[in-house]
């Protein structure tokens, strides 16, 4: 069970690290560095996960995988927010990613 344990420590503690982006982005009032695909894959890899992990009712599964489904909420719910309240981040951020040149435009 002590290998459970730190298994599960370990990704709780990987699926808290985003977090750090949501106080950043609320402190800034920009999401520039809160990818909403961030928050998105975390749901969609932490959903079946957290489900599974019930269904055969293993709490080393479902456990960090509802942690991760929390964090990935917090983090849309933070984008939506911020995007809502403060629309000219989200026009900054677009702004910098249209700015960036691609690729196969280097060659």
């Not at 106080?23 to 999401?31: D, E, H, P």
């Not at 719910?77 to 981040?89: E, N, V």
Request: net charge neutral; charged share 5%; aromatic share 12%.
């Amino acid at each position: 069970h002590g290998a459970g344990f730190v298994c599960c420590a370990v990704n709780i503690a990987m699926y808290s690290g985003p977090i750090a982006g949501v106080s950043t982005a609320i402190r800034n009032k920009s999401v520039e560095f809160l990818p909403i695909s961030l928050g998105a894959t975390m749901l969609l890899c932490s959903t079946p996960w957290f489900g599974y992990g019930l269904a055969i009712a293993n709490l080393n599964i479902w456990l960090p995988n509802g942690f991760g489904i929390l964090f990935g909420v917090m983090q849309m719910l933070a984008y939506y927010f911020i995007t809502t309240k403060y629309p000219a981040s989200r026009v900054a951020v677009e702004d910098s990613i249209s700015a960036q040149p691609l690729a196969a435009d280097s060659q």
